[in-house]
Nanobody, 114 residues
Framework: QVQLVESGGGSVQAGGSLRLSCAASKSIFSFNVMGWYRQAPGNQRELVAA???????DYADSVKGRFTISRDNAKNTVYLQMNNLKPEDTNVYYC????????WGQGTQVTVSS
C-alpha cells in the first residue's frame, strides 16, 4: 500500500504564491504518472498538472504559465508551485500517483481571496 501525504495548502491573497508537496511512502521511480487535481464542492475533480516518468509535463490551460509541477526523487516528493494565484484557484487539491493502480492524497485546501 502506498501512502501519499500532502502539505502546503493555505490562504493567500490574489497574486500570491503557494507550494504544495506530496510525499510518497515509496520510491517515485515506480510511478508512471504523478499529478495534481483539484475539486470544488459540487464539481468534478479536474487535472491541474501532471508529470510523466520520462519527465514531460502537462498543464490545464487555466494554470499554464502560473503553476509548475516538479519532482525530487531523493525525497520521493512531487511539488506544485503556484504563482499569481487567482480567486478561481480556490479548491481542494489532491495529488495522484499512478502505476498499476491509482493512489490519492488526502487533499489540501487552497483559498485565494480577492
Amino acid at each position: 500500500q502506498v501512502q501519499l501525504v500532502e502539505s502546503g495548502g493555505g490562504s493567500v491573497q490574489a497574486g500570491g504564491s503557494l507550494r504544495l508537496s506530496c510525499a510518497a511512502s515509496k520510491s517515485i521511480f515506480s510511478f508512471n504518472v504523478m499529478g495534481w487535481y483539484r475539486q470544488a464542492p459540487g464539481n468534478q475533480r479536474e487535472l491541474v498538472a501532471a508529470i510523466i516518468n520520462g519527465g514531460s509535463t502537462d498543464y490545464a490551460d487555466s494554470v499554464k504559465g502560473r503553476f509548475t509541477i516538479s519532482r525530487d526523487n531523493a525525497k520521493n516528493t512531487v511539488y506544485l508551485q503556484m504563482n499569481n494565484l487567482k480567486p478561481e484557484d480556490t479548491n481542494v487539491y489532491y495529488c495522484n500517483f499512478r502505476q498499476l493502480r491509482s493512489y490519492w492524497g488526502q487533499g489540501t485546501q487552497v483559498t485565494v481571496s480577492s
